[in-house]
């Protein structure tokens, strides 16, 4: 059984930093693209980062590009998002998820991605 579990969410002011991280269980990290999608209250979710299997390409929401970093330890099962200057509409459910096939290209998609971690709350305050 995959599952996919994320931590390092909080409080934090604007202009903070957090990292959070995606610990994947039952299934490698190293032969999937995966992704961090973000929901707001009221609003649909959306894509935020995601990284090829290989761990090189990255792909970045225009409005996190410079801000935030996806990367992904492959020892550790674990993928990470570094979150830098933050700001108050950064504010949402963090999740993270993975691919469906292996070595398959990233994409922002979310029909991209089978499996789906529980969220992880993220608040920015102004």
């Known amino acids: 059984q995959v599952q996919l579990v994320e931590s390092g969410g909080g409080l934090v002011q604007a202009g903070g930093s957090l990292r959070l991280s995606c610990v994947v269980s039952g299934r490698t990290v190293s032969r999937y693209a995966m992704g961090w999608f973000r929901q707001a209250p009221g609003k649909e979710r959306e894509f935020v980062a995601a990284i090829e299997w290989s761990g090189g390409p990255t792909y970045y929401a225009d409005f996190v590009k410079g801000r935030f970093t996806v990367s992904k330890d492959n020892a550790k099962y674990t993928m990470f998002l570094q979150m830098n200057s933050l700001k108050p509409e950064d504010t949402a459910v963090y999740y993270c998820?993975?691919?469906?096939?292996?070595?398959?290209?990233?994409?922002?998609?979310?029909?991209?991605?089978?499996?789906w971690g529980q969220g992880t709350q993220v608040t920015v305050s102004s």
């Open positions: 998820a993975q691919a469906r096939t292996r070595y398959s290209e990233i994409s922002y998609s979310r029909t991209a991605y089978d499996y």
